[in-house]
């Protein structure tokens, strides 16, 4: 499959997809390249979050935010 035929997917069936490769991934971590930017966000954010500029959401509550915002 092509990426013009992944275009015309419906959202759903594109979901399905990535759902799969993302399974896919996880269950062969280790010839998953490192991303070296990847770990230098996760550093910035841990420092943000110990001096306490990031503002901590309850999952729960954060998926609801997430949601709204498209409906």
């Not at 399905?16 to 991934?25: M, R, V, Y």
């Amino acid at each position: 499959m092509g990426m013009t035929e992944l275009h015309k997917l419906p959202a759903t069936e594109k979901l399905k997809i990535i759902e799969a490769l993302w399974g896919d991934l996880v269950n062969d971590e280790e010839t998953v390249p490192q991303l070296f930017w990847h770990e230098t966000e996760l550093k910035e954010t841990e420092e943000n979050f110990l001096a306490g500029s990031i503002e901590i959401v309850d999952w729960h509550k954060a998926k609801k935010e997430l949601r709204s915002q498209f409906e």
